[in-house]
């Protein structure tokens, strides 16, 4: 028999031969766990496949991934050759499917897993590093697997550490996958993504996007949404732009004040941006050619080649004393309204924060050094408003108390 598994493109790369290390991380509703499931039953279907699902804790069968595989098995019409048991899954060709918690496992009862073909971590966020050192070379049958699905929480986090740093072991794809990624992301669930991006970016960039959590006693900005909405043709445009080039990006923003509140339309980011590019990066933002554009003064020699290709009103930041500090207390005494297509200037402020003591884990009163290139650029971009804000009339009008008799 012939069965045909539409599998979306992004989880192709692990697919590919002789791989040791396959791992999917990002946000709800993209599709991890399915990919694994189907790809399970595709296995077992070609050939003898033996696979545990583990987990850190594991108290019952409902915790883990075998009602998913239970699904798909009927939904590819193959229940015929499958044996769902209470407490495993027997397939065809001898395959087995087991579910098992890595926390009950010691070092000599983990020995039992030795010939098995295959390990699916799922939520492997929660898996210990202890767990992690106990499975990893128990799966060691030749051409033996590890599958890796999960949530991230913290960079620090075992399984990121090991699959998602600079140096991950030979065999390894990973590839990061979010709903926007899922064809068939269902519309009871985009409900609950749109409802948690209006109301809760943080929780929205972490379940939905899948970044990793923050803590938000130090976030810098809680004043801020994600929205759609359409420009206001009066609206008078500010731009402002931070330069990059080999690890910073060059980054140029839109944005319009109204009332209280702060909306961005349009981002322009870029890393390893050549000046020579700079111009056409920047005419990807409507209308920038047009409008006054606030820039970084650190690179005069950019500010001049950009006034000479097509944009003659950009000028240079007036920098000084506490402009950071008081640019920033700006920015926050605003609702800010976000576009969902200014994804990087989404990503900063989710994740700018003050700087945390590492002996006391208190948070400190000064601002991070990172995750800041477009917040800089929108800096810049409403500095005209805010020192128009600050400036006192030479001549102040004071109320006099009068009595008039007659």
């Given amino acids: 028999m012939e069965l045909e598994i539409k599998t979306p493109r992004v989880f192709l790369p692990l697919l590919t031969e002789n791989l040791r290390y396959l791992g999917a991380h990002g946000g709800r509703g993209s599709g ?100 992690l050192d106990l499975l990893r070379p128990t799966i060691r049958k030749p051409g033996s697997q590890i599958w890796a699905s999960w949530n991230p929480k913290a960079a620090t986090d075992p399984i990121d550490v090991l699959l998602r740093s600079d140096d991950p072991p030979p065999g390894t794809v990973v590839v990061e996958v979010n709903w926007r990624d899922n064809p068939m992301f269902p519309d009871v669930l985009r409900e609950e993504m749109e409802y948690d991006r209006g109301r809760d970016p943080d929780k929205y960039a972490h379940v939905w996007e899948g970044k990793y959590l923050q803590r938000s006693d130090s976030k810098v900005f809680k004043n801020w949404s994600i929205q759609e909405f359409d420009t206001d043709p009066h609206a008078v445009l500010r731009f402002g732009a ?7 990006p ?116 000064q601002l991070g050094d990172k995750d800041n290139h477009v917040i800089d650029a929108l800096r810049y971009a409403c500095e005209g408003a805010r020192r128009a804000q600050n400036v006192s009339p030479i001549v102040q009008v004071r109320p006099v108390s009068m009595k008039v008799g007659w």
């Fill in 250 to 365: 060059t980054t140029l923003v839109r944005c319009y004040i109204t009332g209280r509140k702060l909306y961005i339309d349009y981002e322009a980011y870029r890393v390893g941006c050549e000046i020579t590019d700079t111009p056409a990066l920047f005419m990807s933002v409507l209308e920038s050619e047009k409008w006054p554009i606030t820039a970084d003064s650190a690179r005069p020699e950019t500010i001049s080649h950009m006034r000479k290709n097509g944009f003659p009103k950009i000028m240079s930041a007036v920098k000084g004393a506490k402009s950071l500090e008081d640019g920033v207390s700006w920015l926050q005494s605003f609702d800010i309204i976000v576009h969902p297509r200014c994804t990087h200037t989404i990503d900063e402020l989710t994740h700018y924060s003050y700087k945390v003591d590492p002996l006391t884990d208190k948070v400190l009163p």
């Fill in 32 to 131: 991890k766990s399915h990919f694994f499931a189907e790809h399970a039953i595709e296995r077992a279907l070609i050939g003898k496949f033996h696979l545990v699902c583990v987990r850190e804790v594991q108290k019952t069968l409902d915790q883990s991934v075998k009602k998913l595989l239970e699904t798909k098995i009927e939904e590819f019409g193959v229940g015929h050759l499958f044996d769902c048991q209470q407490a495993r899954i027997i397939g065809p060709n001898g395959s087995l499917f087991i579910f098992q918690g890595m926390q009950d496992h010691t070092a000599d009862s983990i020995k039992s897993l030795e010939g098995f073909d295959a390990a699916w971590i799922e939520e492997a966020q929660s898996l210990s590093q202890r767990s």
């Fill in 242 to 248: 931070d330069w990059g080039f080999s690890v910073d």
